[in-house]
């Protein structure tokens, strides 16, 4: 199986997550269908098959947080330098727009575009990867093709 790479950070992130999966809302949805039992027919019972239902979402996100945990290859960005490589910030510019944009490169697990966390295997960070300061990059985007220059990478 290949490792995930992941920061810190969304390690303890998931960890987080399956922590309320497995002791909090576990319970909780095992409490419901016993209660949802006790009205009776289980066929026209709609409490019954929306707490299943749930409980099926539940087990499943617990098996794959479960499997990712499993094959997290954690990564300190702090001890990295040098060109564009996983856990790198890097702020760049639109060529086309002058449009300022930072982000943190970062596994898929842990990616939010809104919170400028970039999936490793997106677009754009695949096409960053191995650049350095002062860089053209091109990149085709769903959007279409645009052109930016890297103005700075930190590892923080």
């Known amino acids: 199986m290949e490792k995930i790479p992941m920061t810190r950070a969304g390690f303890v992130k998931l960890e ?30 709609a409490e019954y098959h ?7 979402f539940i087990e499943g996100r617990i098996k ?3 499997g990712v945990l499993s094959l997290a290859d954690v990564i300190d960005p702090k001890t990295l330098s040098g060109t564009i490589k996983f856990g790198a910030t890097v702020t760049l510019v639109d060529e086309d727009t002058d449009e300022e944009k930072t982000w943190r490169i970062v ?8 919170k400028g966390l970039l999936n490793i295997r997106s677009p754009i960070a695949r096409a960053l990867i191995g650049k350095d300061e002062g860089d053209s990059v091109e990149v085709r985007t769903p959007g279409g093709d645009r052109s930016y220059e890297v103005l700075k990478i930190t590892f923080e």
């Open 16 to 45: 987080a997550e399956l922590k309320q999966l497995k002791s909090v809302e576990r319970p909780e949805i095992i409490k419901a269908i016993a209660e949802a039992r006790e009205h009776g027919d289980l066929s026209e019972n």
């Open 50 to 56: 929306s707490a299943r239902e749930k409980q099926s």
């Open 64 to 66: 794959e947080l479960e």
């Open 107 to 114: 596994g898929e697990y842990e990616a939010n575009i809104d």
